[in-house]
């Protein structure tokens, strides 16, 4: 089977301004810190960036956001972040926000080659202002388009080197999803074994789904933080 291994700066040299890149992760769990750092380095501007929260400031998604990289946000939760909230309040970013369910179903609509969902959330409230309304069976719902993206980036605990992925507890939420929607699919792993060392039925995701795998750095914190909890 294929050895997907690569750096970084390599799995990356495709990026362009513009881009709409997927980022897994639920807070700091699952959160890809290692790939985000390299989007970083790479300069790519325009960015459109779809994830669950806005991790908080001065980490995660949120570098690249306060760094002038991202024209738009699609996400369902940043209350933790007051460096993005004033960033959309002065119009440097523009933010669209989904109930988390929904993102989700639009990112699983992408991955299925869907146009989109139909849904009763949102019905006789400021949502329908951008919707396109429509009946089905005589009950009438909003239309949430799909979602695709250019590139995904995925967080995994452990990977073989064909791409093969577990996931760590609620780190694994947005990932399958995301991987199935996208063009490209970066995943770094804080462990890359063999093929063969990982139970095949206890793979999250098949290696089939993904382009690249990445050494994930060590010494960044993907667990629940303290503040979190309680």
Do not use: C, W
Request: aromatic residues 4%; charged residues 20%.
């Amino acid at each position: 089977m294929k050895d997907k291994r690569t750096d970084a700066k390599t799995a990356l040299q495709g990026l362009q301004d513009g881009a709409l890149i997927m980022v897994g992760g639920f807070g700091s769990p699952g959160t890809p810190f290692t790939l985000l750092d390299a989007v970083l380095k790479h300069g790519a501007r325009d960015l459109t960036l779809v994830k669950n929260d806005a991790n908080e400031p001065g980490i995660g998604v949120s570098v690249l956001m306060e760094a002038g990289r991202t024209k738009r946000f699609i996400v369902s939760h940043m209350g933790l972040n007051s460096a993005v909230i004033e960033l959309m309040n002065r119009g440097a970013i523009k933010v669209e926000f989904h109930p988390q369910g929904i993102l989700a179903e639009k990112i699983r609509a992408g991955g299925a080659g869907l146009l989109g969902i139909v849904t009763d959330i949102g019905l006789g409230t400021i949502l329908e202002r951008d919707r396109e309304i429509v009946e089905v069976g005589g009950r009438k719902g909003l239309f949430e388009p799909a979602l695709r993206a250019d590139v995904a980036l995925i967080h995994a605990a452990r990977s073989d080197t064909y791409g093969n992925v577990l996931f760590a507890g609620s780190a694994r939420n947005f990932n399958p999803l995301m991987a199935m929607a996208a063009d490209l699919v970066v995943v770094e792993a804080m462990e890359i074994v063999p093929v063969g060392r990982l139970d095949p039925n206890g793979i999250h995701l098949p290696g089939a789904f993904v382009d690249a795998v990445v050494q994930a750095r060590t010494d960044q914190r993907y667990e629940v933080m303290e503040h979190h909890v309680g």
